[in-house]
C-alpha cells in the first residue's frame, strides 16, 4: 500500500535535515583546511578564494602528524584482531553450550557495555603501572579491550543466534567436533557479523580519548585525538591546520566504512533482533 503524500513529505523532510547535518560540518571542514590564513582570519569567505595544501605540508611536516596516525592505526588494528577472536569464542560459548548462569553473563558483558569508562580507568591505571607499561602502546591495546570485547561479543550474540544450530548438529553427525562445526560452519557463515563487529571494534579504539590522555604523555605515543587536542594553545585555535588534521585522521576510516558498509549494516541489524 502506498503511503499518504504527508508521511511522504514528512520522511524525506527529516533525511534532508539528518544529510544538511552531516554534510555541513564536513564542508566546513573541508573548505576551512583548502582556505589560505588570509582568507581565515581576514577576508572571510565560504569557499577558498586560493585553495592551498599549506596546512596539509604543515602538520605533516612539523607537527608529524603521521606518526600519530600510525600509532591509532597500530592500537586499533591489534585491538580489533584480540577482540574479534576473543569475542567469537565467547559469543559461541554463551549462545551455543548449555551451562548454568550464562544469561547472566550474557547481561554482565551488556552491562559492562554500557558502563562509562571514566567510571573505571583508575583501576586501568593501576594495572598498567603494575604491569609497567605507563606511557607504551601496549597500555593502549590492553585497556582498549575492556570496551571492545563487551560490544562485539553481545553483537556476535544474536548473529549467532539468527544461524539455526541444526547446521552444526547436521555437521557433528557426519563426524565434525564441536569446535570444528565452529570453523567450518558456524564462523564462515558469520562473516557479515565478524566484518561488522571488526569495523566498530576499530572505530571505537580509533576514536577513543579518555584511556589515550591518561596512559600516554609524549609525542611518540599519543595518539591521533591526543594530538589534534594538543594542537589547541591556550585560546588559539589554527582552524587550517585543525581541519586539515582532521580530515587526515578520517581518511582511514572512511576507506573501512566505504569497503565494509553492507556489512555493517547487516551485521548491527542481526545483532540488534537477535540481542
Given amino acids: 500500500m502506498r503511503e499518504p503524500l504527508s508521511i511522504r513529505v514528512l520522511t524525506y523532510g527529516l533525511l534532508a535535515c539528518f544529510v544538511l547535518m552531516v554534510a555541513v ?17 581576514e577576508d572571510f569567505s565560504y569557499l577558498p578564494s586560493r585553495p592551498t595544501l599549506q596546512h596539509f605540508v604543515r602538520v605533516i611536516q612539523r ?21 574479534v577472536v576473543v569475542s567469537a569464542m565467547a559469543a559461541f560459548s554463551i549462545v551455543r553450550y548449555r551451562y548454568r548462569g550464562r544469561e547472566w553473563i550474557g547481561r554482565f558483558i551488556l552491562f559492562k557495555y554500557v558502563l562509562p569508562t571514566a567510571m573505571l ?13 605507563g606511557n607504551t602502546l601496549k597500555s593502549l591495546m590492553l585497556t582498549y579491550l575492556s570496551f571492545t570485547v563487551p560490544f562485539c561479543t553481545w553483537m556476535l550474540m544474536g548473529y549467532f543466534r539468527s544461524i539455526p544450530a541444526e547446521l ?10 564441536k ?13 557479515p557479523g565478524l566484518v561488522a563487529s571488526a569495523i566498530f571494534s576499530f572505530t571505537l579504539a580509533w ?30 585555535y589554527i ?15 572512511a576507506v573501512l566504512y566505504f569497503i565494509g558498509q553492507r556489512f555493517v549494516v547487516k551485521g548491527l541489524a542481526a545483532g540488534a533482533v537477535k540481542g
Fill in 207 to 236: 576514536n577513543e580519548f579518555l584511556l589515550a590522555l591518561v596512559f600516554t604523555s609524549d609525542h611518540t605515543t599519543m595518539t591521533v585525538p591526543i594530538k589534534l587536542s594538543m594542537m589547541v594553545v591556550g585560546d588559539q
Fill in 63 to 83: 607537527e608529524d602528524l603521521l606518526r600519530n596516525i600510525w600509532n591509532s592505526f597500530a592500537v586499533a588494528s591489534t585491538t580489533t584482531a584480540v577482540t
Fill in 121 to 133: 580507568f583508575v583501576s586501568l591505571y593501576a594495572i598498567v603501572v603494575a604491569l609497567g607499561l
Fill in 25 to 41: 560540518p564536513l564542508f566546513w571542514m573541508v573548505t576551512t583546511a583548502l582556505k589560505t590564513n588570509k582568507d581565515l582570519y
Fill in 239 to 253: 582552524w587550517g591546520q585543525l581541519m586539515a588534521g582532521a580530515i587526515l585522521a578520517s581518511i582511514p576510516i
Fill in 179 to 191: 569446535i570444528g562445526a565452529l570453523f567450518r560452519i558456524l564462523l564462515p557463515l558469520s562473516a
Fill in 168 to 177: 552444526e548438529e547436521h555437521a557433528m553427525v557426519d563426524g565434525c567436533t
